[in-house]
């Protein structure tokens, strides 16, 4: 495929995908709240016949309104309070940064570089923070002298508080909104597993990392009443195991488990008992063998944790569940996510970088093209810089969809707009009336597509001026003129300053391997002695892994999207078999952890040698993907044969046993010895996959594959070619006595 018919493609793709309408609403709660504040402002407005003031109260309610829409994790209330005092805060450092003039764009970039970087808190976190830089730029662009813009602050501080206020009044429902959500939704997407009439060789880990990352927003004295959500998301990773060993066979009741998962979110999430049908029941009852002996009690564990949060018994009985989960200081935690970011490399650097020259730039940009020849209001800047900071996303795919999209919705609500207000003769109370039905029509198409969100932002906008007596043509024209050069110059920005993936995979992958290469030889060393794991340390290392894990999905996820998806070093067949190795590692890695020794009579001291050759063949590894070498497979189960024979890991034999065998030794053995299988796996699918010449491959040789110096014996090329083929006797033996 050609650069330039790659690009047409890309192209044609985001102005597609630009176009496409969801039907998804927010919370009808949340709507009615925002709507209710936007209408008590306008209302105040009205009574104090007073435009300006009834602008800039709805203003304030309208941008906080729109705060309040955006996937709380924390109370609504809170939510609201924070983003009115930001939002305020800003306003009235921008009254005090206008007489700067040009000058000010150097604060708007660092102010725009910090908002890109929040969004390492979230996508939801990272919008408020533009919200309050817009915020900023609207008085510091807007203002017309201190007094003045003091005033406009004083009506934004109060349209604020009245949003503030809103979040205040019934229907209060039960504690924790945002965590029972999540939670609820990762028992859907594990119902929806089980489901599926396929097997799902790869299952997202992003559902148990929103439930994760709610449940640990909860600061330490509220974390006792919500124990109960903390012990679900705990079954949830036993549940997401088994359902994956489970057979497609007709005798696993599928149907009835998912009903069964679905009754357990439904009381989390709507706070009302609900259980599966009697028949799903009695499928369940009935239903015999090792899988259900693995998957029943859990299921039945999820469903009594649900009626245990229902009933509001608190931590009850789950003392160690609050243990595995510790609270983490928020400032700490944040500091350490936002730093994370800041250097070179980082996810995140790149598109902060984006954000604050864009800003900045439409700012320059729109205040150089002044008034649009007399077609627009003068001296302004501050939509084409607000529209350029909103198109830019972390990704290609949302970037450009959103720069198709913002102009043409702004386009058609502003000729809209002048269409119904050109017979004359509205009333300031119509205008008023009309500009509330608009703002409530943006809360409810907020998530539905840009298009129609800034088709009705722009009508409401030419009717929230023409109140003010400004001419509305004024608006008409230079809304829609300057979302269109904010937008193409945000298309601009990333084009200049680009994030693709193409070339990233392998990079991410390598990330991803190094994270394994601290989790799995601490877990497989943990078998050496009991108790010899820290569970947090453990934790930290698998929320690393996750991380990294997403990471990677959604490079591969944005690669369809991309203009230069051609030039990726993998396929997208390959770099699926890849996302399957990475689940099955994943997965290993769970199993490892669920079987740590408890006593020490379980313990195994021969794994300590495999942990030893485990860290250097996944060193390895690393590098060579991060090199984009080639890896050769064979090489860790030749040395892991070798160490198993040595260190008597393969031994199962147990005199002191009353039957002879050695049952931990037995089941350390079958979880290594899967562990190098689904390592070898991906070796294999990386190995098939590299694109090498004859000059690499002679120059490589065995001594540079990965694990090549992991104690492995002379020949272990040609042994690790023939070891799917040959497999050494007490393989067998391993997987029949100690699973």
């Not at 909103?390 to 269409?419: C, K």
Request: proline share 6%; net charge neutral; with cysteine.
């Amino acid at each position: 495929m050609s650069e330039v018919k790659a690009w047409c493609s890309a192209i044609q793709h985001s102005f597609r995908a630009g176009l496409k309408m969801e039907r998804v609403l927010s919370d009808p709660w949340a709507i009615g709240r925002a709507v209710l504040a936007v209408v008590a402002a306008s209302v105040v407005g009205s009574l104090l016949d007073d435009p300006p003031a009834w602008a800039m109260m709805t203003v304030g309610a309208f941008i906080c309104g729109i705060g309040t829409l955006l996937a709380p994790v924390r109370h609504r209330a809170v939510n609201a309070l924070v983003l009115g005092v930001g939002f305020s805060l800003a306003t009235l450092i921008g009254v005090y940064l206008h007489p700067m003039g040009w000058w000010f764009l150097i604060v708007l970039a660092v102010a725009s570089y910090v908002a890109g970087l929040w969004r390492a808190l979230g996508v939801a976190p990272g919008i408020r923070a533009c919200l309050v830089t817009i915020g900023l730029m609207i008085t510091a662009d807007l203002s017309p002298g201190i007094p003045a813009g003091l005033t406009m602050v004083q009506w934004i501080a109060v349209g604020s508080a009245m949003v503030f206020v809103a979040q205040l009044l019934p229907p209060y429902g039960r504690r924790h909104p945002a965590q029972r959500k999540a939670v609820a939704a990762l028992y859907r997407s594990l119902a929806s597993t089980a489901r599926a009439a396929e097997p799902a060789g790869y299952l997202s880990s992003a559902p148990f990392t929103a439930a994760r990352s709610a449940l640990d927003l909860l600061p330490a004295f509220a974390r006792p009443a919500a124990a109960p959500l903390f012990g679900l998301l705990s079954e949830a990773e036993g549940i997401r195991r088994a359902l994956h060993f489970l057979p497609r066979t007709a005798r696993v009741p599928r149907t009835a488990i998912a009903e069964a998962l679905d009754a357990v979110a439904g009381t989390v999430l709507t706070a009302r008992r609900q259980d599966a049908d009697a028949e799903a029941l009695r499928l369940l009852d009935s239903w015999r063998g090792p899988e259900a002996d693995a998957l029943l009690p859990r299921l039945r564990e999820a469903a009594r944790l649900a009626d245990h949060w229902l009933e509001a018994r608190g931590p009850e009985g789950l003392d160690q569940v609050l243990d595995a989960f510790p609270a983490e200081n928020a400032l700490r935690s944040g500091w350490r996510r936002l730093s994370a970011e800041m250097r070179p490399g980082a996810p995140l650097f790149r598109h902060a970088i984006r954000i604050a020259v864009g800003t900045a730039a439409g700012e320059a940009v729109g205040r150089a093209f002044g008034d649009f020849w007399g077609h627009a209001l003068p001296d302004h800047g501050f939509w084409a810089a607000l529209t350029t900071m909103l198109v830019l996303f972390p990704d290609y795919g949302h970037t450009f969809a959103r720069g198709w999209s913002r102009p043409i919705g702004s386009i058609l609500g502003g000729i809209v707009a002048w269409v119904v207000l050109l017979p004359g003769g509205w009333s300031a109370g119509g205008l008023v009336i009309g500009a509330s039905v608009l703002a409530a029509c943006v809360f409810l198409t907020l998530r539905v597509g840009q298009l129609a969100l800034n088709f009705f932002i722009t009508a409401w906008i030419v009717f929230l001026i023409s109140r003010l007596g400004s001419a509305p043509g004024l608006i008409e024209w230079g809304r829609p003129a300057d979302t269109l050069v904010g937008a193409l110059l945000g298309l601009v920005v990333f084009v200049v300053i680009p994030t693709y993936h193409h070339h990233r995979t392998h990079e991410l992958l390598a990330d991803w391997l190094r994270v394994q290469q601290q989790l799995l030889p601490v877990l497989v060393t943990g078998y050496a002695e009991a108790g010899a794991v820290d569970p947090a340390g453990i934790d930290v290392l698998r929320r690393q892994s996750r991380q990294a894990r997403e990471r990677l999905d959604g490079a591969i996820a944005s690669l369809g999207h991309e203009p230069r998806r051609h030039r990726a070093r993998w396929t997208a067949e390959e770099l699926a078999g890849i996302q399957r190795s990475v689940y099955e590692i994943t997965q290993c890695a769970a199993l490892l952890y669920d079987g740590l020794p408890g006593r020490p009579a379980d313990a195994v001291p021969e794994t300590a040698e495999f942990a030893a050759v485990l860290d250097h063949h996944l060193a390895e590894l690393a590098a060579v993907v991060a090199a984009k070498g080639r890896p050769y497979p064979g090489v860790l189960r030749a040395a892991f044969d070798a160490t198993a024979a040595r260190s008597g890991l393969a031994d199962l034999v147990d005199r002191t046993a009353p039957d002879g065998v050695a049952h931990a030794r037995g089941r350390a053995l079958t979880l290594c010895l899967h562990t190098v299988t689904a390592v070898e796996e991906l070796v294999s699918r990386l190995a098939s996959g590299a694109q090498t010449d004859a000059r690499t491959d002679a120059e490589a040789g065995p001594e540079a594959g990965p694990a090549a110096g992991a104690q492995a014996p002379a020949g272990s090329r040609s042994n690790a070619v023939r070891n799917d083929r040959a497999p050494l006797s007490y393989v067998t033996t391993a997987q029949t006595t100690g699973s």
